[in-house]
Nanobody, 126 residues
Framework: QVQLVESGGGLVQAGGSLRLSCAASGRTFDFATVGWFRQAPGKEREFVAAITWSGGSTYYADSVKGRFTISRDNAKNTWYLQMNSLEPEDTAAYYC???????????????????WGRGTQVTVSS
């Protein structure tokens, strides 16, 4: 079975950087898109970034565009979220996710992703 394991969360000061990693094990050949979502207390889970597994096309939420970069290493079944210029508003639990081939709805919808990690906390102090 597929498992996703996140790492790299922590406490940083505003303006600092963090690099999140998501390592997938098991059957990954049906992955079409992988990405990151986040959820702050009292808020809905929101889309952060996504990348297509084969082509490497990237997609970002407006709130992080220009500050965050998503990438993937197919040989390692791993994808990353490089977060720069972090702001207190970025504080949230971050979840990596994978969407299967054959799904053509919006990449912004969390419900369209099949596999999820357990989450890693990112806290940005002011």
């Amino acid at each position: 079975q597929v498992q996703l394991v996140e790492s790299g969360g922590g406490l940083v000061q505003a303006g600092g950087s963090l690099r999140l990693s998501c390592a997938a094990s098991g059957r990954t050949f049906d992955f079409a898109t992988v990405g990151w979502f986040r959820q702050a207390p009292g808020k809905e889970r929101e889309f952060v970034a996504a990348i297509t597994w084969s082509g490497g096309s990237t997609y970002y939420a407006d709130s992080v565009k220009g500050r965050f970069t998503i990438s993937r290493d197919n040989a390692k079944n791993t994808w990353y979220l490089q977060m720069n210029s972090l702001e207190p508003e970025d504080t949230a639990a971050y979840y990596c996710a994978a969407r299967l081939t054959g799904i053509y709805g919006s990449l912004w919808y969390a419900s369209s992703y099949r596999y999820w990690g357990r989450g890693t906390q990112v806290t940005v102090s002011s």
